[in-house]
């Protein structure tokens, strides 16, 4: 089982024509990614690496049954991209591109109050649900089949902690790239819903980094509902400089809140298992699936 995506999952890739879509869009399909068109506007009726062009998402949505959409938009008009989307009553929203303005984002924030879509990103690396469906722009090298999801602030980490769960034969259920950026769609607590909840995840990994806030709900939700599944936690920037900004947008420290500290706190207290070094994360979570 997976949250999110899956065999089953039809992708349309917004901004497919462009060169980072076109990219993207064959690296998914030759995974295997279901991938059934894409949308460009003005650019409805073509064909694009084998598929069909729509000049909406409504529309391409109503000729293939599209039920995910990755938007490959350039961040002046991905806000546009992604509140179209939720307006089609798109199910799932992958959205991989960065330095979207926050004003922007807190517009589509106010368009997914209530509807029915999934947001994951912006500046996310995507999600991936390894064997079965990549929406993103992560490395497939060393990920494995499994039960153990990750969520993630971190792409490059991500990568790390897949290489090393899978060497020491713990294969991925999914993946998720929650995003760098201050203002995104889902988070930790999201995920560890949707985790908790899914029959074929039975461990959970959380990449976090210092700024924001996500560790600290995730840590909330855990003390407020009792863990069934052994959580993993790594937290990086121990040694970034307070109010300094190191990366991410989000990765950003403000006299002492949001610090690498503070949240290693907060999940220690909620029962989660933390370790310190990106190396050490495969080891400890063989350790808590095997005492759980």
């Given at each position: 089982?997976?949250?999110?995506?899956?065999?089953?999952?039809?992708?349309?890739?917004?901004?497919?024509?462009?060169?980072?879509?076109?990219?993207?869009?064959?690296q998914?399909?030759?995974?295997g990614?279901?991938v059934?068109?894409?949308?460009?506007?003005?650019?409805?009726?073509?064909?694009?690496?084998?598929?069909?062009?729509?000049?909406?998402?409504?529309?391409?949505?109503?000729?293939?049954?599209?039920?995910?959409?990755?938007?490959?938009?350039?961040?002046?008009?991905?806000?546009?991209?992604?509140?179209?989307?939720?307006?089609?009553?798109?199910?799932?929203?992958?959205?991989v591109?960065e330095?979207?303005?926050?004003?922007?984002?807190?517009?589509?924030?106010?368009?997914?109050?209530?509807?029915?879509?999934?947001?994951?990103?912006?500046?996310?690396?995507?999600?991936?649900?390894?064997?079965?469906?990549?929406?993103?722009?992560?490395?497939?090298?060393?990920?494995?089949?499994?039960?153990?999801?990750?969520?993630?602030?971190?792409?490059?980490?991500?990568?790390?902690?897949?290489?090393?769960?899978?060497?020491?034969?713990?294969?991925?259920?999914?993946?998720?790239?929650?995003?760098?950026?201050?203002v995104?769609?889902?988070?930790?607590?999201?995920?560890?819903?949707?985790?908790?909840?899914?029959?074929?995840?039975?461990?959970?990994?959380?990449?976090?980094?210092?700024?924001?806030?996500?560790?600290?709900?995730?840590a909330?939700?855990?003390?407020a509902?009792?863990?069934?599944?052994?959580?993993?936690?790594?937290?990086?920037?121990?040694?970034?400089?307070?109010?300094?900004?190191?990366?991410?947008?989000?990765?950003?420290?403000?006299?002492?809140?949001?610090?690498?500290?503070?949240?290693?706190?907060?999940?220690?207290?909620?029962?989660?298992?933390?370790?310190?070094?990106?190396?050490?994360?495969a080891?400890?979570?063989?350790?808590?699936?095997?005492?759980?």
């Amino acid at each position: 089982m997976s949250i999110l995506c899956n065999a089953e999952t039809r992708l349309i890739v917004q901004g497919m024509t462009g060169r980072s879509g076109t990219f993207y869009t064959d690296q998914a399909i030759t995974y295997g990614t279901n991938v059934v068109g894409g949308v460009r506007p003005g650019k409805g009726g073509k064909t694009h690496i084998g598929r069909p062009v729509f000049n909406t998402v409504r529309e391409a949505m109503a000729e293939t049954s599209a039920d995910a959409t990755m938007v490959m938009v350039p961040a002046h008009n991905a806000a546009e991209a992604m509140i179209e989307a939720v307006e089609a009553e798109m199910p799932l929203i992958v959205c991989v591109t960065e330095r979207i303005p926050v004003l922007d984002m807190i517009r589509v924030k106010d368009a997914l109050n209530g509807s029915v879509s999934e947001l994951v990103g912006p500046n996310s690396q995507g999600v991936l649900t390894p064997g079965a469906c990549k929406i993103g722009v992560m490395s497939t090298a060393d990920a494995r089949p499994g039960t153990i999801g990750i969520a993630s602030r971190s792409a490059s980490l991500t990568s790390e902690v897949v290489a090393g769960l899978s060497a020491v034969g713990l294969g991925q259920s999914t993946t998720v790239g929650v995003g760098g950026d201050p203002v995104h769609g889902i988070g930790f607590q999201r995920c560890l819903e949707l985790f908790m909840a899914d029959p074929g995840t039975t461990g959970i990994v959380l990449v976090g980094e210092i700024g924001g806030s996500e560790e600290e709900q995730a840590a909330a939700y855990l003390k407020a509902n009792r863990a069934a599944k052994p959580v993993t936690a790594l937290v990086v920037g121990r040694h970034a400089p307070a109010q300094r900004r190191m990366g991410h947008a989000g990765t950003l420290s403000v006299f002492g809140s949001g610090s690498a500290a503070s949240k290693n706190a907060a999940l220690k207290s909620a029962g989660v298992c933390v370790v310190e070094n990106v190396d050490d994360v495969a080891q400890a979570m063989a350790g808590t699936m095997a005492a759980a």
